[in-house]
């Protein structure tokens, strides 16, 4: 096994969750209404638990220390896609990507809960129950926005235009993560693409939307908005106020 290659992939999956939830986070006390105020912090808080377990999972491995990871990062040394990193927007932009992401979740968690690598299908296995509820919770939304008002149908449809390339950075293959292919540790990303694109699309036709044209390749995990730094100010200004190694 590539124990680097492994290290990377697991940054990887940590990075997507924690800053999603983070982004999902800015919603709390600005839902719509005040039942799903309640719902959506909840699932902010099970992205960033399940990006927990994903760094804990990094740190069993190489030693990585996740408070150190997410305190004192760059954002060069983030490896989350660009897709989770953008401003929250309206709550149409928000409920597509919280789809899109939760979908691409459930068809690789469908996976690496067989996985060869004992700690990736523990938290496959731990994870996947509350992200089949998000799915189902953001699926809803989807198609009540969806075929809502010309208003909201417009918001959704502009939300899908903005994010459906950008989904694709999911599926893009990391360095040397055909040996962890082989080793039956993760699934093909070619594979997962297949499967979500048959989900999503399908999902998305019948809540009257459109699926965009894709004329540009995804970002690889290395480039990031500017979106990204500014987040990381606002999230690490506090744990850097102290040295890395302060002990309370």
């Known amino acids: 096994m590539n124990s680097a290659a492994l290290a990377a992939k697991l940054l990887a999956l940590a990075d997507d969750e924690y800053i999603l939830g983070h982004r999902d986070a800015e919603w ?73 992401f939760d979908a691409a979740e459930l068809v690789r968690l469908a996976e690496t809960v067989n996985s060869a690598h004992r700690a990736v299908a523990e938290v496959s296995e731990k994870i996947r129950p509350e992200e089949m509820y998000h799915y189902r919770h953001t699926s809803n939304w989807v198609k009540r926005l969806g075929l809502g008002t010309e208003e909201s149908h417009r918001r959704m449809q502009a939300a ?30 070619d594979k997962l693409r297949a499967a979500w694109e048959g989900a999503t699309r399908s999902w998305l036709t019948d809540s009257g939307l459109t699926i965009p044209t894709i004329t540009a390749s995804a970002a690889d995990r290395e480039q990031h908005t500017e979106h990204l730094a500014a987040l990381l100010a606002e999230m690490q200004e506090v744990a850097r106020l102290e040295p890395p190694d302060v002990k309370w």
């Open 160 to 189: 899908l235009d903005s994010l459906w390339p950008r989904a694709l950075q999911l599926f893009a293959p990391l360095p040397n993560e055909d040996e962890l292919i082989a080793a039956g540790i993760f699934p093909a990303p």
């Open 28 to 100: 709390t006390g600005h839902a719509p209404i005040l039942e799903e105020d309640i719902a959506f912090a909840n699932i902010a808080q099970d992205e960033i638990g399940h990006a927990v377990l994903w760094y804990n999972a990094l740190k069993d491995l190489n030693g990585d220390d996740p408070d150190r990871l997410v305190f004192f990062r760059e954002s060069s040394g983030w490896r989350n896609a660009q897709f989770v990193e953008l401003p929250k927007g309206d709550w149409a932009f928000t409920m597509v990507r919280q789809y899109l």
